[in-house]
Antibody, heavy 118, light 107 residues
Framework: EVQLVESGGGLIQPGGSLGLSCAAS????????MSWVRQAPGKGLEWVSV???????YYTDSVKGRFTISRDTSKNTLYLQMNSLRAEDTAVYYC????????????WGQGILVTVSS | EIVLTQSPATLSLSPGERATLSCRAS??????LAWYQQKPGQAPRLLIY???NRATGVPSRFSGSGSGTDFTLTISSLEPEDFAVYYC?????????FGGGTKVEIK
């Protein structure tokens, strides 16, 4: 059974750093396109970043230079390192698997809340 | 960036009625469009990919159509569990973008 479980969220001050993890089971993270998608409270969905099976990465403009997506093959885990956090980064962050090496998301984690506030 | 505009923002219908949701892209996305359902407190669920293909386990009352810039999600007869928010998403170009959502509520 495919499962994605995020961890690492919480309350962080503006300008701070936080790392999110997404532990996968039932499939191999490194063989799939894996993304982070976020949702601000009461708002819609916003794609954040993707890492391809080949290792290429892409980011939405608002997080370029601040966020880094990566993976650990031995742990079958996806990561999102978030630096220089801003209030507008406050959201529930989901990790999601791309279906059949595309960026349509067929499996999602339960989401983890990141709150950036002083 | 491709902007996806969903309409209406809210659709008030009764169980058993037909729901028609629209998603319009600011430029052509070919057929690289998906639809998701999201219920409160839950992660989104993939319903339709490549404009008209149902994802695994999705009931046949859900159907998608369209290409280029205009897309439609149709729920042929609403079940109680279908009342939720629906989002479209394109993967034609970076950045990936989602529409603002349509809330299907019980009338």
């Amino acid at each position: 059974e495919v499962q994605l479980v995020e961890s690492g969220g919480g309350l962080i001050q503006p300008g701070g750093s936080l790392g999110l993890s997404c532990a996968a089971s039932g499939f191999t993270v490194s063989a799939n396109y894996m993304s982070w998608v976020r949702q601000a409270p009461g708002k819609g969905l916003e794609w954040v970043s993707v890492i391809y099976s080949g290792g290429n990465t892409y980011y939405t403009d608002s997080v370029k230079g601040r966020f880094t997506i990566s993976r650990d093959t031995s742990k079958n885990t996806l990561y999102l390192q978030m630096n220089s956090l801003r209030a507008e980064d406050t959201a529930v962050y989901y990790c999601a698997r791309g279906r059949d090496e595309t960026s349509f998301f067929d499996y999602w984690g339960q989401g983890i809340l990141v709150t950036v506030s002083s | 960036e491709i902007v996806l505009t969903q309409s209406p923002a809210t659709l008030s219908l009764s169980p058993g009625e037909r729901a028609t949701l629209s998603c319009r892209a600011s430029q052509s996305v070919s057929r690289y469009l998906a639809w998701y359902q999201q219920k409160p407190g839950q992660a989104p669920r993939l319903l339709i990919y490549d404009a008209s293909n149902r994802a695994t386990g999705v009931p046949s009352r859900f159907s998608g159509s369209g290409s280029g810039t205009d897309f439609t999600l149709t729920i042929s007869s609403l079940e109680p569990e279908d009342f939720a928010v629906y989002y479209c998403q394109q993967r034609s170009s970076w950045p990936l973008t989602f529409g603002g959502g349509t809330k299907v509520e019980i009338k």
